[in-house]
């Protein structure tokens, strides 16, 4: 049942007080006018339409550089482990180095923190394993290695982009105060042409379930465009990507 309640908040009840006040008042102060009510399409929806696809994307790229991620870091533990000229305790050290590095760009995403330094630093001890051990990469592999440790740096900084980097929240505020707004416009219109002999519930109820909608979305918006906090229901399962993932099943 939680997944059908997810969407309602703080904003949807202030919604449904301003959408049951407004009739209300439009009734007892006998307001209400005819307009087009394309400008709300367009003063509303499309904004919210434009959100929805820009934070679904942002989504589908998060998983995209996730699994490039665990995909870098499980290929680097595989080279580490085949080289059969580095001893079992600097294979442990460096395979400790990658999980270390896995689980605190998890727990780093799951937060509203955008102090980077111990992750970069965590990283750094990559590339600083390599360098202090070079007698052991010799030919193609250290090549390789660096590669994908390249690949690593990448998808780490694009996933902290998109951590950081949201909807721009200009167009947020204003869809926000358009919702709001929403009822205070659409009410005398839906009055005028139901007629003054429809049932006032009628009215109520239109503008209710419309203004709910409106805030769902939002709220729908809200929820994917930082995918990484575990609250929404298509939020991502970021221990799926963790490279010791298999010991946590």
């Given at each position: 049942?939680?997944?059908?309640?997810?969407?309602?908040?703080?904003?949807?009840?202030?919604?449904?007080?301003?959408?049951?006040?407004?009739?209300?008042?439009?009734?007892?102060?006998?307001?209400?006018?005819?307009?087009?009510?394309t400008?709300?399409?367009?003063?509303?929806?499309?904004?919210?339409?434009?959100?929805?696809?820009?934070?679904?994307?942002?989504?589908?790229?998060?998983?995209?550089?996730?699994?490039?991620?665990?995909?870098s870091?499980?290929?680097?533990?595989?080279?580490?482990?085949?080289?059969?000229?580095?001893?079992?305790?600097?294979?442990?050290?460096?395979?400790?180095?990658?999980?270390?590095?896995?689980?605190?760009?998890?727990?780093?995403?799951?937060?509203?923190?955008?102090?980077?330094?111990?992750?970069?630093?965590?990283?750094?001890?990559?590339?600083?394993?390599?360098?202090?051990?070079?007698?052991?990469?010799?030919?193609?592999?250290?090549?390789?290695?660096?590669?994908?440790?390249?690949?690593?740096?990448?998808?780490?900084?694009n996933?902290?982009?998109?951590?950081?980097?949201?909807?721009?929240?200009s167009?947020?505020?204003?869809?926000?105060?358009?919702?709001?707004?929403?009822?205070?416009?659409?009410?005398?219109?839906?009055?005028?042409?139901?007629?003054?002999?429809?049932?006032?519930?009628?009215?109520?109820?239109?503008?209710?379930?419309?203004?709910?909608?409106?805030?769902?979305?939002?709220?729908?918006?809200?929820?994917?465009?930082?995918?990484?906090?575990?609250?929404?229901?298509?939020?991502?399962?970021?221990?799926d990507?963790?490279?010791?993932?298999?010991k946590?099943?």
């Amino acid at each position: 049942m939680n997944q059908y309640f997810s969407i309602i908040n703080k904003r949807t009840l202030l919604t449904f007080i301003i959408s049951m006040a407004v009739p209300y008042l439009a009734y007892a102060l006998n307001i209400s006018y005819d307009i087009d009510l394309t400008l709300l399409s367009i003063a509303i929806i499309f904004p919210i339409v434009f959100t929805i696809r820009g934070a679904f994307r942002r989504r589908e790229k998060a998983l995209e550089h996730l699994s490039r991620f665990r995909g870098s870091m499980l290929t680097l533990k595989n080279l580490f482990d085949e080289n059969n000229k580095m001893e079992d305790n600097k294979k442990a050290i460096i395979a400790k180095t990658l999980i270390e590095v896995s689980d605190k760009l998890m727990d780093h995403l799951c937060k509203n923190n955008y102090d980077t330094t111990d992750l970069d630093k965590t990283i750094d001890k990559i590339y600083a394993f390599v360098k202090d051990n070079n007698e052991f990469f010799g030919g193609g592999r250290k090549e390789k290695l660096l590669r994908f440790l390249r690949d690593v740096h990448e998808s780490t900084e694009n996933l902290l982009a998109i951590h950081t980097h949201r909807t721009p929240i200009s167009l947020k505020a204003y869809c926000k105060i358009f919702i709001y707004m929403f009822p205070l416009i659409y009410t005398p219109t839906i009055i005028s042409r139901m007629g003054e002999d429809a049932p006032r519930w009628l009215t109520y109820f239109v503008i209710v379930l419309s203004t709910f909608i409106l805030i769902s979305l939002y709220n729908i918006q809200d929820h994917m465009e930082y995918p990484f906090d575990k609250e929404g229901l298509d939020d991502i399962r970021l221990d799926d990507f963790r490279i010791n993932r298999d010991k946590l099943n």
